[in-house]
């Protein structure tokens, strides 16, 4: 029972740490763009074989894309 006293604080401090994270991660906007990274993902390949044919040396010299801001407030990726 002693170890209750010691256990039920600690699981509640963990608990609202994880909530406190999961809070951050939206407001800093963490998930705004879930489908952006797997579209990218499927888009860069094509695009990289028609900008670059000269093989991967070439493709690790290129930038990667960056955002922009529409002005409605969401960024869009080119």
Known sequence: MNALLFLVPI???LG?????AF????RSGQYEDVDGAA???LQEEEEDEER???GP???RSTP????RDDGS??????
């Open 52 to 54: 670059t044919p000269a």
């Open 64 to 67: 990667p894309p960056r955002r």
């Open 23 to 26: 809070v951050w991660a939206l």
């Open 11 to 13: 699981a509640l401090f």
């Open 39 to 41: 579209w990218r993902a």
């Open 57 to 59: 040396a070439a493709r």
């Open 16 to 20: 609202l740490l994880g909530l406190g």
């Open 73 to 78: 407030g969401r960024r869009t990726w080119p």
